[in-house]
């Protein structure tokens, strides 16, 4: 299943979680990338949206691997698996994790300015990405919801690898994905259109769905 943009993946989520419309929702995206697939889900279940801000502590010398994460109330999830492969130091996450804690508080602070939080507490949380690669971030978002409250959480994402689902399923109550190839590659590698997502476009999302729900 190939999804011809962010958009249309979240339309395609939207459908399979509709099971949710009668309970007290709330979804939230992981920025940037989850943003548009969740104002989609949010859109079609009639709920709020908000985010949960995240980084990937990347591996120096292949950011786009991670070997864990970050998020907001000081949450951090390691990945032994990939430290151990990479032989990272000490040394090395530690200056991986000061670099992107300097930016997960420049986002956060930026975000909450131009939208409060959504009250999570004894709701059902539907986080939201584009796609799952090593699930670190997925992962940090979801101890996110828990630490906010929330009753039950939701991990809704269109595609991610098989090994990387089997891993998350203790991270939440149920784990939604449409695709789960054999082979996977890169997220990108699954839409035909897979631009960067600006902070702008972010902003114009939450205010837009704020407009269309009350919260």
């Not at 970050?70 to 670099?99: F, H």
Request: hydrophobic fraction near 45%; glycine fraction near 8%.
């Amino acid at each position: 299943m190939l999804f011809d943009d962010r958009r249309d993946a979240g339309r395609r989520l939207a459908e399979r979680l509709e099971y949710l419309r009668d309970e007290d929702v709330v979804v939230v995206g992981l920025p940037r990338g989850g943003v548009p697939v969740a104002y989609e889900v949010a859109r079609a279940l009639d709920a709020p949206l908000d985010v949960i801000v995240v980084r990937k502590l990347g591996v120096p010398y292949q950011p786009e691997l991670a070997f864990g994460a970050i998020g907001e109330n000081d949450v951090k999830v390691t990945n032994d698996v990939v430290v151990a492969y990479t032989q990272l130091s000490r040394e090395d996450m530690a200056g991986v994790e000061r670099r992107e804690r300097d930016e997960l508080a420049c986002r956060v602070e930026r975000l909450r300015r131009a939208h409060s939080r959504v009250p999570l507490a004894g709701r059902t949380v539907v986080v939201v990405d584009d796609g799952i690669a090593t699930g670190a971030t997925a992962r940090a978002a979801c101890q996110v919801a828990w630490a906010h409250g929330a009753q039950r959480v939701v991990l809704a994402v269109p595609v991610a690898p098989r090994d990387t689902l089997a891993i998350l399923k203790d991270q939440a109550d149920e784990v939604v994905c449409l695709e789960v190839p054999t082979w996977f590659g890169a997220v990108g590698s699954w839409y035909h259109r897979f631009g960067q997502v600006s902070d702008a476009e972010i902003t114009e999302l939450l205010h837009r769905a704020a407009g269309e729900v009350r919260s």
